[in-house]
């Protein structure tokens, strides 16, 4: 049986690629990436030429059976992003379990991630913390997750877009969400830039046209720690979204003393 190799490549400075990624990109039978343009440019840089297969959200799930078989027959295989670490808000996890589940042999190796270098500067407690994915775009997925980030007891980390960033953090504002935020943009790259403040004075001081990969850090808020809390204020906001009434009930409920089916009392008639 062959194995499959979980390997992290560069988020910009490809000085941090190990000599353990190359060896293996350069030793397994193939590598499944996402863009094989963007992978070629990679492999050309460090001489190593495996031949590459696609592996992208969208043809996923019909590459699974193919690897596989491959493994199956003694293939070893190298799974990379277009950039840090595999499966990390990028397509995998099922190809994963598939292959646990046929007693495949999977091995994943250290590397970059954005992730720990954005928690490790923030400053903020990191006993405990969780990580989000990608902030939604719109509608009451972005609703229930912004609900579930500022009335989170520890601290998170996210990822967002440039374009979307000031959006984001006017929702913080106009919910008087007061925690420190830490802004990490471009990690590991020549214009890496670290922002820190709460929502209202990042607004002010962000550039208009940002730019680049984008990590956002919350500070959680400790349940010793009291935040105000308009209940009349917050409940109008969310009755005027797309969510429904238990949905709302279920999320405030979460940030209040209020029970769900209070809240729900107090806004079944609205």
Same mark, same amino acid.
């Given at each position: 049986?062959?194995?499959?190799?979980?390997?992290?490549?560069?988020?910009?400075?490809?000085?941090?690629?190990?000599?353990?990624?190359?060896?293996?990109?350069?030793?397994?039978?193939?590598?499944?990436?996402?863009?094989?343009?963007?992978?070629?440019?990679?492999?050309?840089?460090?001489?190593?030429?495996?031949?590459?297969?696609?592996?992208?959200?969208?043809?996923?799930?019909?590459?699974?059976?193919?690897?596989?078989?491959?493994?199956?027959?003694?293939?070893?295989?190298?799974?990379?992003?277009?950039?840090?670490?595999?499966?990390?808000?990028?397509?995998?996890?099922?190809?994963?379990?598939?292959?646990? $589940?046929?007693?495949?042999? @999977?091995?994943?190796?250290?590397?970059?991630?954005?992730?720990?270098?954005?928690?490790?500067?923030?400053?903020?407690?990191?006993?405990?913390?969780?990580?989000?994915?990608?902030?939604?775009?719109?509608?009451?997925?972005?609703?229930?997750?912004?609900?579930?980030?500022?009335?989170?007891?520890?601290?998170?980390?996210?990822?967002?877009?440039?374009?979307?960033?000031?959006?984001?953090?006017?929702?913080?504002?106009?919910?008087?969400?007061?925690?420190?935020?830490?802004?990490?943009?471009?990690?590991? &790259?020549?214009?890496?830039?670290?922002?820190?403040? $709460?929502?209202?004075?990042?607004?002010?001081?962000?550039?208009?046209?940002? &730019?680049?990969?984008?990590?956002?850090?919350?500070?959680?808020?400790?349940?010793?720690?009291?935040?105000?809390?308009?209940?009349?204020?917050?409940?109008?906001?969310?009755?005027?979204? $797309?969510?429904?009434?238990?949905?709302?009930?279920?999320? @405030?409920?979460?940030?209040? $003393?209020?029970?769900?089916?209070?809240?729900?009392?107090?806004?079944?008639?609205?």
């Amino acid at each position: 049986m062959g194995s499959l190799y979980i390997c992290p490549t560069p988020i910009g400075n490809l000085d941090d690629i190990s000599k353990r990624v190359i060896g293996t990109l350069s030793s397994v039978d193939f590598i499944y990436c996402e863009d094989t343009r963007r992978a070629g440019k990679l492999v050309s840089k460090f001489g190593i030429d495996t031949p590459l297969k696609s592996f992208f959200l969208g043809n996923e799930h019909s590459k699974n059976d193919e690897i596989i078989s491959l493994l199956k027959e003694g293939k070893d295989i190298a799974l990379i992003s277009d950039a840090g670490t595999p499966l990390i808000s990028d397509p995998g996890s099922e190809l994963i379990l598939d292959l646990v $589940n046929n007693d495949l042999n @999977v091995v994943s190796l250290p590397g970059p991630s954005s992730i720990l270098p954005a928690l490790t500067v923030s400053g903020f407690n990191l006993n405990e913390f969780q990580f989000l994915g990608f902030i939604p775009k719109s509608g009451k997925d972005r609703e229930l997750y912004m609900q579930k980030l500022i009335s989170s007891k520890i601290t998170s980390v996210c990822f967002t877009s440039p374009k979307r960033l000031k959006k984001d953090l006017s929702f913080f504002y106009e919910n008087d969400f007061k925690n420190n935020i830490v802004i990490c943009r471009e990690i590991s &790259k020549k214009f890496e830039t670290i922002y820190r403040g $709460n929502a209202e004075a990042l607004l002010q001081i962000l550039p208009e046209d940002i &730019k680049g990969e984008i990590t956002f850090v919350v500070e959680g808020t400790p349940s010793n720690k009291t935040r105000d809390f308009d209940l009349e204020k917050s409940l109008k906001i969310l009755t005027n979204s $797309n969510l429904s009434k238990k949905d709302i009930s279920k999320a @405030v409920s979460e940030i209040s $003393n209020y029970s769900s089916n209070e809240i729900y009392d107090l806004i079944k008639d609205l």
